[in-house]
């Protein structure tokens, strides 16, 4: 893929997948046995939605972690203007090579950032990092109905041939030596609010400034593509949150 034209799009968006304030409050107080102040590392941060409604939720410190700086410069600016700068400390670095101490966190968050690294693999880098009974919440795509259309089940194995159902990814978390604490399916809305309609919104300028780029096209067109399905087949696959400790 052009990666130019990727992040062009996807510059200077609210958030880089779905996810909203109501379901990482869902997720977060689920964890019960957390200590007052969490340390919490934060993966695939992105621009940071999250890591912000993190602070709000939790008296804790976060260390936030993306390898693209652009994303990371964003949610700088937007510490900055929050005043929350010295509760986050900004880290560029891949999370598939962290060099944090074993046992250092109480909760590793990761919203739609797992799957860059492959689920499993995820999960099996991060574990020797949390502390003992310490959290990992991740959210994952997953099918949610074993027969969709051919034209979806088409799409998503070529974007992302690693997608299981929501018991498969159990399987995983199970084998990776988690114990689940529980998961839900986030709402239609975390997929449309802060993500898919701006992202909407960009792609028709993009595709206007971009019609007769025959390598920028073809990729502005592909997100649109994801769109559609997402818009006709929201009952077949969602993004799931699971909730995880060691
Ligand atoms: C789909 S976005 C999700 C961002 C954010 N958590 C959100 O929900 O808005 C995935 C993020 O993972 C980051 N990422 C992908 N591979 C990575 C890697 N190997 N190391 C660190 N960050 C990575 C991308 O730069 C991107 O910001």
């Known amino acids: 893929m052009n990666t130019e034209i990727f992040f062009e799009i996807h510059q200077g968006l609210p958030r880089e997948g779905p996810g909203n304030f109501e379901s990482t409050q869902r997720a977060y107080s689920s964890l019960t046995d957390l200590p007052e102040q969490p340390l919490i590392l934060d993966l695939g941060c992105g621009p940071g939605m999250q890591t912000f409604h993190l602070l709000e939720l939790s008296n804790g410190q976060i260390i936030a972690v993306d390898n693209h700086q652009p994303f990371l410069e964003q949610l700088q600016e937007e510490a900055v203007k929050k005043g929350v700068q010295n509760r986050i400390q900004i880290v560029n670095a891949d999370m598939s090579a962290l060099e944090f101490e074993r046992n250092s966190f109480d909760l590793i968050w990761a919203e739609g950032s797992a799957y860059s690294i492959g689920f499993e693999n995820a999960l099996r880098c991060w574990k020797p990092l949390l502390k003992d009974k310490g959290y990992l ?27 299981r159902d929501i018991q498969s990814n159990f399987t995983i978390i199970e084998r990776a030596g988690y114990r689940p604490v ?65």
């Open 137 to 163: 919440a991740v959210t994952e795509i997953s099918w949610m109905n074993s027969n969709p259309p051919e034209e979806l089940k088409q799409f998503w194995a070529e974007e992302y041939p690693q997608m």
């Open 182 to 246: 529980g998961y839900f399916v986030l709402p239609e809305s975390a997929w449309w609010e802060d993500y898919y309609t701006p992202l909407e919104q960009k792609l028709i300028g993009l595709s206007q400034k971009y019609q007769d780029d025959a390598e920028k096209l073809p990729v502005i067109e592909l997100h649109q593509l994801e769109i559609d399905l997402y818009r006709q087949y929201s009952a077949y696959y969602g993004y799931v949150f699971y909730l995880l400790q060691v």
